[in-house]
């Protein structure tokens, strides 16, 4: 029996990754940067045995189906197939997120599991190994391997595909991101199968595509310089031109909801106020709002005058992932 343990937050990218170069490898037709943050976190144990008839997997205590274990299995045997092993695993994983629903994501839980796998298999990866296994699990779990800001390079082959630190002098620590859990959320569009769409069938594609270079150029100068209104406005701009794509597929979906837009039009009405604050979103109906850490009670309390303060989850610059004792 060989069984490891590993503890990874999850991170929110603020220059988006939407869009497979190679949907097998799963290389990114961009690089994309993100913040890991310190409130959500999977911790994950796997382990392998002869006795074990085929791959089982828990969430939170709970069997999961096939379908749910899809993601897991596919990444379980690519870890075979690297290790020439056929040893079936138990993944137990857990999510520590806020009583809010929703929050947990793909990217603390397949960097988690590709730490715990690596662990039980003694593989004694680097970062950018570590990173570049994970990636095959979810390419936004490659960023999840570092704390504070992380920048998944590209590449173009699975040897070159791998996130990297971003040097900050500590910049995360003067960040907050408030996450808006909107209640009105319909059935998603996976981020796989949403960024899939988006790629074969958006006329806005390409637009979105060659603006990334620049923006990303953007990010890192705003990082470097601890500038935080050239880092918000940048992330909020990514994130509108991603979700412009979803419009133009076929057919058309969004993930923005009616609440969705709601609290965006907040956070710009709260900003022309006076208060330095951008949003940003992902697969889903949540909003993400980026404030500088010094403002963070003042934003907390101009959005509870319109929002259910149990809809507002504060999270703060996150760690590196974590590989626990056995
Ligand atoms: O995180 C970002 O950069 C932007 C998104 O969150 C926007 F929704 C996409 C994350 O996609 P992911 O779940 O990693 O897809 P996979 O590679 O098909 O597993």
Known sequence: MYSGKARAYTN??????????????????????SLTLDAFYTETEVTFSKELKEDQFYLDNQWQDSKATLKVSRFLDFVRSKTDSSLRAVVKSKNFVP???GLASSASGLAALAGAASDALNLNLTPEELSRLARRGSGS???SIYGGFAEWQKGYSDETSYAVQIPSSDFENDLSMIFVVVNDAQKDISSRDGMQRTVETSAFYDGWLQTVPQDLAKAKKAI???DFIALGEVSESSALKMHGTTLAATPPFTYWSAESMKVMNLVRQIRNGGLPCYFTMDAGPNVKLLVERKNEAALLSAMSAHLD???LVV??????IEILSK
């Open 12 to 33: 929110i990218a603020l220059i988006k990754y939407w869009g497979k170069e190679n949907q097998e490898l799963i290389i990114p037709m961009n690089n994309s940067l």
């Open 99 to 101: 009583t809010a629903a």
């Open 309 to 311: 303060a149990k809809q």
């Open 141 to 143: 779990a490659c960023r």
């Open 224 to 226: 470097k310089e601890k």
């Open 315 to 320: 999270a703060h610059a996150g760690p590196a």
